[in-house]
């Protein structure tokens, strides 16, 4: 009986597994990559129960973010301003405002306005604001330029690499304490030495355990 297969069939069973260990690699390095936050959460903007524009805000009136955001120094959690934070200028600062109707009521009945979150972080993760800003780590490092911003969107991943990018090299990125809150701050000529000497000094480890932010 006449052979029906060239003898170099045989060797499509061992092209079968190395294709297929093959695109088993490229297929987790796909997955891994584009389906990391910097793909997939970066540039989120939901749309806020209130036009809130940090824009106007910070920009143009000059507010510092601890103002709204009070707990940013002494907690691990940045507040969501309460309310009557928004009324204390807005009773006399367009108090008929069309867009301000939600803040009214909230504050007329004592509900909460339904704000939707832009940076999260999942649960296993633990971080404390209080303990980077007061360790020079300004805002816009983490929450981008908010001061041009209209609506608030996700510049930065905030994933465990991008965190331990920092942790790793600190001295690129800090700043002096009192410019935290700063938008567009310009490190000056020779800062990292200057950090260095500060993070000596003031013994800043940031750590890069897995326990130190998963427990």
């Keep these: 009986m006449p052979q029906i297969f060239p003898r170099e069939s045989n060797a499509l069973p061992h092209l079968s597994v190395v294709a297929l260990l093959a695109g088993s690699v490229v297929l987790i390095f796909l997955v891994w990559y584009y389906f990391s936050p910097e793909y997939t959460d970066v540039g989120y903007a939901p749309e806020q129960p209130v036009a809130y524009s940090h824009r106007v805000h910070v920009d143009q009136l000059g507010m510092d973010c601890r103002y709204c ?3 940013v120094e002494v907690a ?3 507040n969501i301003p309460a309310t009557e934070t928004c009324m204390n200028c807005h009773e006399i600062v367009r108090p008929q405002s069309l867009a301000l ?3 009214r009521a909230s504050w007329s009945d004592g509900s909460s306005i339904p704000w939707v979150k832009v940076h999260q972080l999942p649960d296993y993760a633990h971080f404390s604001h209080a303990v980077h800003v007061n360790n020079g780590v300004g805002c816009e490092t983490c929450h981008g330029r908010v001061d041009q911003m209209d609506v608030v969107r996700l510049t930065e991943p905030l994933s465990m690499g991008w965190c331990l990018e920092c942790h790793r090299e600190p001295e690129k990125y800090l700043r002096p304490n009192e410019e935290v809150t700063t938008m567009g ?5 020779g800062f990292l030495e200057e950090n260095l000497n500060r993070i000596r000094q003031e013994g800043i480890r940031p750590p890069t355990n897995c326990s130190a932010c998963h427990y």
């Design 69 to 71: 955001h009070s707990f």
């Design 76 to 78: 691990d959690v940045s």
């Design 101 to 103: 109707m939600p803040v």
């Design 185 to 189: 701050y310009m490190h000056s000529e």
